[in-house]
């Protein structure tokens, strides 16, 4: 048997993004509720929220996601031996997104692909990407690349929490030899049996919230994952006292951007644990009679942290913010859009040989901090990306028809028998929509066209 060569600075090769040709302006949003100004752009950080009515399901933004980056960057069908989905927006407890995939590879005549769904709300597409990886990095390997899809629909019900939705899928090609190489084995991981954000009820897209709950799990996940990964980078690379020092950009997953905010503040008191003698700690030696545990309500220490870090969050963060603060939650795809950003924002010349770190986090809880090192150049995939220029195409509508989208996809959710209703030729150009769900609940999709 002809033994194939271990593959060598697995990772990231290409990347690309689809979110809906619509969006709600959230400064408008919050007239329309009737809330306070700033409470959706500033306490959420957000600026617009994408969206989808009844044209559109996971399989269809999907199918977008996954064609239109095979088109972009030319690859074959032929070439991918695993595709791996990784999605928290379920329409089938059985069949899963990725065999509905299986349709665009039905041309090239590959039906070998291994690799399934993967789901724990946010954390989905991460998994999916240590899969991917990992086959590649082991003797199962056949020498094929790998797709890795992740993104969802974010829906909420009417009231507080619709304002932190969204939608938008990434597609990851994954390969040997990477601009974007995976720091194995320099992972930290945590996870946790806690009900803050779940969906028990089937019979309905949105899930039930427990927000104050889900905002401490966050930055809980955030302190055992990101001490585990500094453990792991003084273990494995050598690194002496290891901190935020070490990471040159750090993408969070974003459930809103003040999250992440909040979250590099906790990076920062994390490293002032680590070291509380460093001069940079100089003006928060207050906190350290603080207990972990009393930190997490601690509203005061939270503000020290977040004026502390304000440099690192505009050198390191900030420039992953592009597509979270104008499209809002992707759920799995969210941290991946963070990466996308930061492609596309800081130019290979900055990027060259430095150090990527992602935080993600899916509510459950399942989190991980994870590194890529930059190797080779990254200019194709920011200009095939397009990143600024598609989402300044997106039309605005205003909130009362974002409302009635809202309406139409909690009335038709698990119907049967129904053809939608939403205009076609308000889609992008190659979007994947659906036609019809039959008697049996079989769904047949069209596409737009390309031009």
């Known amino acids: 048997m002809t033994a194939i060569a271990r593959a060598e600075n697995v990772g990231v090769c290409a990347i690309d993004v689809y979110f809906p040709s619509r969006y709600v302006d959230q400064a408008e949003l919050e007239q329309h509720d009737g809330v306070s100004a700033g409470k959706y752009t500033i306490g959420l950080g957000q600026s617009k929220m994408a969206f989808c009515d009844d044209r559109e399901d996971i399989s269809s933004v999907c199918m977008t996601a996954v064609q239109g980056f095979m088109e972009k960057f030319n690859v074959s069908y032929s070439d991918i031996g695993r595709l ?45 990407l240590f899969n991917a990886c990992q086959w590649m990095d082991s003797a199962a390997w056949d020498g094929r690349l ?11 019900a009417s009231g507080n929490a619709r304002p932190s939705g969204g939608c938008g899928v990434t597609c990851i090609l994954v390969g040997p030899n990477a601009p974007l190489a995976l720091e194995f084995p320099l992972r930290g991981t ?14 309905s897209e949105f899930p039930t919230v427990d927000g104050p709950l889900s905002v401490t799990s966050y930055v809980r996940a955030v302190d055992h994952a990101y001490a585990a990964y500094l453990d792991k980078l003084e273990k494995f690379d ?37 070291a509380p003698e460093s001069e940079t700690f100089a003006d928060v030696q207050q906190f350290k009679e603080v207990s972990r545990e009393d930190s997490y309500g601690n509203k ?37 859009f963070g990466l996308a950003s930061l492609l596309t924002e800081v130019p290979f010349a900055q990027l060259k040989g430095k150090r990527v770190a992602l935080f993600s986090y899916g509510s459950g809880c399942a989190a991980s901090v994870y590194s890529f090192r930059v190797r080779a150049d990254t200019s194709n995939i920011a200009t095939t990306i397009r990143l600024r220029e598609r989402l300044d195409m997106r039309t605005k509508v205003s909130p009362a028809e974002f409302e009635k989208a809202m309406e139409l996809r909690e009335k038709t959710h698990n119907a049967q028998e129904y053809e939608p209703t939403g205009n076609v030729d308000e889609l992008f150009p190659g979007t994947y929509y659906l036609q019809k769900i039959d008697s049996m609940w079989r769904r047949a999709y069209g596409r737009t066209p390309l031009n």
């Not at 997104?97 to 789901?119: A, H, Q």
């Open 190 to 203: 945590f996870m946790e049996h806690i009900y803050d954000f779940y969906k028990p009820n089937l019979s």
């Open 84 to 128: 791996e989905v990784g999605t928290e927006t379920i329409i089938d407890k059985s069949k899963s997104t990725k065999t509905v995939l299986m349709k665009l590879f039905e041309e090239s005549g590959n039906f070998s692909v291994e690799g399934i769904d993967t789901t724990n709300a946010c954390y989905g597409g991460t998994s999916a």
């Open 238 to 274: 050598g690194v002496e006292h290891a901190s935020l020092k070490n990471i040159d950009y750090l993408v969070f997953h974003s459930p809103y951007t003040k999250q992440v905010v909040k979250g590099l503040a906790r990076i920062a008191y994390n490293d002032f644990l680590r």
């Open 146 to 156: 790998a797709l890795v899809v992740a993104g969802d629909i974010a829906v909420y």
């Open 300 to 336: 005061v220490l939270e503000k020290a942290f977040i004026n502390l870090s304000k440099a690192d969050l505009a050198a390191k963060t900030e420039p992953s913010l592009l597509a979270a603060r104008a499209i809002g939650n992707m759920y799995t795809g969210s941290v991946f």
